[in-house]
Every structure is written in C-alpha cells, then in structure tokens.
C-alpha cells in the first residue's frame, strides 16, 4: 500500500522515518493516502491498519484469539450476526483464519462444526425451488 516494507515483529512501533520518506501512496488504493498521512503522524503499524486505513468496519491485527475475541464480542452485542472475512494475504491469511479462528469460535459453540444439509439451499433452511418463480 505504501510501497515500503514492514516488520511483523515492529507491530507496535511507529515506522522508521527512513521507510516514511521513501513511501508513496498506491495509485490503486484510496485507503492507502489516509495511511501514509496517519503514519507519519507517528502511528504504530498495529493502530494504521486496525484504525486509519479501513476507517469504515475494524480490522483485526493479532493472532487468532484476538480475532475470535472480537468477533464474539460483536456477535453477543448484537452489532453482527454474520461476518465477511478478507484475509491481508491471500497466500496465507484464509489458511490461518481456518487455523487459528475457526476452531476457537467452535470451542465456544459460536461457529457450527459441521454442514447440516448437502446443498447452499439446505445450509440456509431455503424452500426447494424449480424452474421459474410464480411470484415473477
């Protein structure tokens, strides 16, 4: 996003001012001028990306718990009854939400271990349907 590269391990330190000064927003993503912005604010890595980048819904930095954490703490407010995952790395980041999250949430009895029914329809309680709607 910025074009510079980050330490894993440096989380929650704010970025080397060396690293700032060869950043550069990314012409393909909108998110990435308010980044550089709030990192050279002297912002941690952890707080950019959980904070000022995607402003609009949260983002987990961490490992697994504490994204499990959160998603059950949104879940039992009531402020979510479902939740879109994008993993950061796609390489990876699917791999370890099914690694390390899924089998938390299980644990707690908050995410189902198995599939009731064999199709998509099934899995939703759907009403079988063929050919054209009458309702159309």
Same mark, same amino acid.
């Given at each position: 996003?910025?074009?510079?590269?980050?330490?894993?391990?440096?989380?929650?330190?704010?970025?080397?001012?060396?690293?700032?000064?060869?950043?550069?927003?990314?012409?393909?993503?909108?998110?990435?001028?308010?980044?550089?912005?709030?990192?050279?604010?002297?912002?941690? !890595?952890?707080? =950019? +990306?959980?904070?000022?980048?995607?402003?609009? @819904?949260?983002?987990?930095?961490?490992?697994?718990? &504490?994204?499990?954490?959160?998603?059950?703490?949104?879940?039992?407010?009531?402020a979510a009854d479902g939740f879109w995952i994008s993993p950061d790395v796609n390489s990876d980041g699917i791999d370890a939400f099914v690694d390390q !999250?899924?089998? =938390? +949430?299980?644990?707690?009895?908050?995410?189902? @271990?198995?599939?009731?029914?064999?199709?998509?329809? &099934?899995?939703?309680?759907?009403?079988?349907?063929?050919?054209?709607?009458?309702?159309?």
């Amino acid at each position: 996003m910025l074009g510079i590269p980050l330490n894993a391990a440096q989380l929650d330190e704010p970025i080397l001012k060396i690293l700032l000064d060869n950043a550069r927003p990314s012409p393909y993503d909108p998110r990435s001028v308010n980044a550089l912005k709030i990192a050279k604010e002297g912002w941690s !890595v952890r707080d =950019i +990306l959980a904070h000022g980048v995607i402003d609009y @819904h949260p983002v987990i930095v961490g490992p697994g718990i &504490e994204a499990a954490d959160h998603m059950q703490e949104w879940f039992e407010a009531g402020a979510a009854d479902g939740f879109w995952i994008s993993p950061d790395v796609n390489s990876d980041g699917i791999d370890a939400f099914v690694d390390q !999250v899924v089998p =938390i +949430l299980q644990e707690r009895g908050l995410f189902h @271990h198995d599939y009731q029914g064999k199709t998509l329809r &099934e899995h939703l309680g759907a009403l079988d349907q063929y050919g054209i709607d009458p309702r159309i």
